[in-house]
């Protein structure tokens, strides 16, 4: 069950990111954490096991933005693909806890885009094969392909009723159409 007891000013790390925090996201690496065969890799996640700092977060969104007044408060991020492009909560639903907020991504070439609605949808978009990165891509096709591992992780913390990730992103973009634009907004 994801935690619903955090508040938008909570920075508590939820189970559910936890979890994906043990997740081995690259097939073929050897006992270094080298790849044993580059670009073998299921999905482009590196999880965090949590939140970057405050901090850290207003240095990312100042670089992304350009902007130096661009202070990223409603943004906890949680992981980046293998370029450093950002998995993140969006608090944007004021009194929900972060289990209920919606999960973006702003990449390290321009990237940005909703993933999901909420943090069990994330976790279904996991397991339907692809990372925060895959889904912004806006011509991807976003054919399934199931990871067993990660449908397990999601049905014991996923609140919400199993769907594609790409009904999932569809539903996301719909209830948050100007995302993209209004971070492009705030760009120097």
């Known amino acids: 069950m994801l935690d619903d007891t955090a508040h938008a000013t909570d920075r508590s790390f939820p ?3 936890a979890a994906v925090a043990q997740v081995d996201f690259y097939y073929g690496h050897d006992t270094t954490g080298e790849a044993a065969d580059e670009g073998d890799y299921r999905i482009d996640f590196e999880p965090y096991t949590e939140f970057i700092s405050r901090e850290a977060t207003v240095e990312s969104f100042r670089s992304w933005t350009g ?14 693909d293998g370029t450093g492009g950002q998995a993140m909560i969006w ?5 929900r806890p972060l289990a209920d907020q919606p999960v973006v991504f702003l990449g390290s070439e321009g990237e940005c885009g909703m993933v999901a609605g909420n943090l069990s949808d994330f976790l279904w978009v996991l397991a339907d094969g692809f990372g925060p990165l895959e889904v912004t891509w806006e011509d991807e096709e976003l054919t399934s392909a199931p990871d067993e591992a990660l449908t397990r992780l999601a049905e014991r913390h996923a609140t919400t009723p199993r769907r594609t990730a790409r009904q999932i992103v569809l539903e996301a973009r719909a209830e948050f159409p100007t995302f993209a634009e209004d971070i492009w907004a705030m760009c120097r």
């Open 15 to 17: 189970a559910a990111l």
């Open 67 to 80: 902007g130096k007044d661009i202070d990223g408060d409603t943004y906890l991020i949680f992981g980046q």
């Open 91 to 95: 608090r944007t639903r004021p009194g």
